[in-house]
């Protein structure tokens, strides 16, 4: 007999929990979107009405919503998401989670070690390593090898006036924290594991990062989210004696890589499995590069 749906709860009731994460998890086959919780009352209830869920607010709802649950999605900023993926995995909830984990090395730290000990399943969600064309493509030059460089310049709009993505945590912590998480992730599945960083920034947003990777191979990262409506754009490729070879850009859907990885998060729950190339402890070890950078960002700006 098939086992009932996954029960899951979203943490979130802006933009992007209303156009991704909601939609996406009504839609994965072993998930039931049970619980929608937000900070505020109406906003939960008006979202969880569109998927037939139940809401719940504030932070006196917080245990009467996770008690309710199998696993627990994010669509609120990370320093919001940390300490309720903690409360959460502690009570033995499953996670999708949103990158950064967090934007502190400690924060970052207690959702990886709070998912370790109690060993749920998680996963988090770097949108490139879950779109189809670029596993296809990851696949295929880290078969050949033999990289010696990589580099990635991204310029998102979201700081522009009218950008629903224009959220204040964005404002406050800018592409280093919003796009290099995605950059990062890529060049360390495509290159190693990353061994160090040197980082500096400039105007409108701009950080740079020169990656080492496992391995000997350097990579560089160039972001801002203040690329503008004609300049937006992202670009990945290697270098090697071979040539180059191109990340396949351009699709920016975020529904089928969510259900991706909502998928492969539901399997490994059935499995009883908690490891996962994106799982809370890459997010961790992302994270640790992005607060390194800032750091050295910050020494420079003295
Ligand atoms: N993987 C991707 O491609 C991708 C793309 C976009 C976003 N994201 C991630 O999704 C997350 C949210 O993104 P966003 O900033 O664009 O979100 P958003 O859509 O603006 O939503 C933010 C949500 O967090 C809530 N919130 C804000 N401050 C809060 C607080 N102190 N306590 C409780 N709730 C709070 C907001 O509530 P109110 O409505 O009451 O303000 C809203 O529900 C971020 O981690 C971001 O990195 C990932």
């Known amino acids: 007999m098939a086992s009932a749906p996954l029960r899951f709860g979203l943490v979130g009731t802006g933009y992007w929990a209303s156009i991704t994460h ?61 300490p309720i993926a903690v409360a959460a995995a ?34 988090v969600f770097f949108t490139l390593m879950f779109r189809a064309e670029i596993r296809a493509w990851l ?57 160090g960083v040197t980082a500096d ?24 989210q203040h690329g503008g409506e004609g300049a937006t754009g992202f670009e990945t490729y290697l270098w090697g004696p071979s040539g180059r070879s191109a990340v396949p850009a351009g699709n920016t859907d975020a529904l089928a890589p969510l259900g991706t990885a909502l998928a492969e998060l539901t399997a490994n729950i059935r499995g009883g499995l908690s490891a996962h190339p994106c799982d809370a402890s890459f997010g961790r070890d992302v994270g640790h590069v992005i607060s390194e950078a800032q750091r050295q960002i910050d020494e420079r700006a003295g």
């Open 139 to 195: 696949a295929e030059v880290t078969a050949r090898g033999g990289w010696l460089t990589g580099l990635t310049t991204w310029f998102g709009s979201s700081l522009g006036g009218s950008s629903p993505f224009n959220t204040p945590w964005r404002r406050e912590k800018g592409a280093l924290w919003d796009i290099a998480p995605h950059a990062v992730s890529l060049l360390w599945a495509a290159l190693g594991p990353v061994t």
């Open 90 to 123: 502690r009570a033995g909830k499953h996670l999708m989670l949103e990158k950064p984990l967090a934007t502190s090395v400690a924060g970052a730290d207690e959702v990886a070690s709070a998912v370790a000990e109690s060993g749920v399943a998680s996963a």
């Open 22 to 82: 909601a939609p996406a998890l009504a839609a994965a086959p072993d998930i039931e979107l049970a619980a929608v919780w937000g900070r505020s009352a109406e906003a939960a209830a008006a979202l969880a009405a569109d998927f037939g869920a139940r809401p719940f607010s504030g932070a006196e709802e917080l245990d009467a919503f996770l008690d309710g649950v199998d696993g627990v999605a994010f669509a609120v900023p990370p320093d919001v998401q940390a």
């Open 201 to 224: 920034a400039g105007p409108a947003d701009v950080s740079h990062l020169i990656l080492h990777h496992e391995g000997g191979a350097s990579s560089t990262v160039t972001v801002s």
